[in-house]
């Protein structure tokens, strides 16, 4: 009877040692299981998150580069070359110096000036070479204003009046760009049209003649956004001869008449 029961303790001791290892067991299995879901789930949870990371980025990398193209071009940073064209307000100073013989034999200077406003309109081209500018330009004026006043000192008495009219300019650039700042010089030559009303013999003689002339300047530029521009120049026509004068006035001992011309203008345009 004794070892029946120590047998079924024994039994019973050993039924429960198998019950308790395949708990133990079936619990290690429980948290490898879940251990490996919670890694997957970990897993998934960074694949997600770098893939929203990446969305992200990508979104605002595109509307990065869609503000920068939507925002114009700054071009006001550095000068750009290219056609332009223009309207120009001109100060003229026109100055006619003579001479005159007196009945002594001396010569006498005569000058005269006078004050003219001439609107113009331009149109050129520029080729910017890194900071270097080349370019030419073409530029109609039409100049409004006092005359110069042709006088005998001798008798006092005025022998005509000359108008510049309409003239063409046409010349050539050379500058440097600093930044969107054109420091720029200019030769070129001076087409006008004169009008002479002659005073002779108590009769009015009118005549129209073209003379040209060379003309030297310089001026600066500020260009700005959108490529409008601004800018002043200061230009000089010296020596134009007007031929045939001293034929006119021949009683009254004039020599041939020159003008110099010294403008100074201001104005503005575009550049396409």
């Known amino acids: 009877m004794f070892n029946i029961n120590k047998l079924v303790l024994c039994f019973c001791i050993f039924n429960l040692y198998c019950n308790c290892t395949s708990a133990n ?18 897993d998934d949870d960074a694949e997600t998150d770098d893939s929203e990371t990446t969305d992200t980025t990508t979104k605002e990398s595109d509307s990065e580069k869609k503000d920068d193209s939507s925002k114009p071009e700054n071009k006001n940073s550095n000068a750009v070359g290219g056609f332009y064209s ?9 100055k006619l110096t003579a001479s005159e013989t007196k009945s002594d034999n001396k010569v006498e200077d005569y000058d005269t000036k006078s004050n003219l406003i001439s609107p113009s309109m331009t149109l050129g081209y520029d080729f910017l070479l890194d900071k270097l500018i080349l370019g030419g330009e073409c530029n109609v004026a039409f100049n409004f204003g006092s005359s110069l006043d ?3 000192k001798v008798y ?10 309409i003239n063409f300019i046409g010349a050539l650039k050379i500058g440097v760009a600093l930044g969107s700042v054109v ?3 200019k030769i ?7 009008n002479y009303n002659w ?5 009015n003689d ?21 490529n409008f521009y601004l800018r002043t120049e200061f230009s000089y026509s010296p020596n134009i001869k007007h031929d045939g004068t001293k034929q006119k006035v021949k009683d009254c001992k004039m020599s041939d008449i020159k003008t110099n011309n010294y403008q100074i203008s201001i104005g503005g345009g575009y550049r396409f």
């Not at 067991?25 to 970990?42: F, H, K, R």
């Not at 006092?156 to 009219?165: C, L, P, R, S, T």
């Not at 005073?199 to 009769?203: E, F, G, I």
């Open 86 to 94: 223009g309207f120009d307000v001109k100060y003229v100073k026109p």
């Open 199 to 203: 005073k002779l013999d108590n009769k």
């Open 183 to 185: 420091v720029y010089g």
């Open 156 to 165: 006092n008495q005025e022998i005509a009046k000359i108008d510049k009219g």
């Open 150 to 152: 042709y006088k005998d």
């Open 25 to 42: 067991d079936d619990i290690d299995d429980i948290n490898e299981d879940v251990e490996q879901e919670d890694l997957d789930e970990i």
């Open 188 to 194: 070129g030559g001076d087409l006008s049209k004169w």
């Open 206 to 226: 009118n005549e129209k003649k073209y003379k040209a002339g060379l003309l030297y300047g310089g001026g600066i530029e500020k260009q700005f956004r959108n």
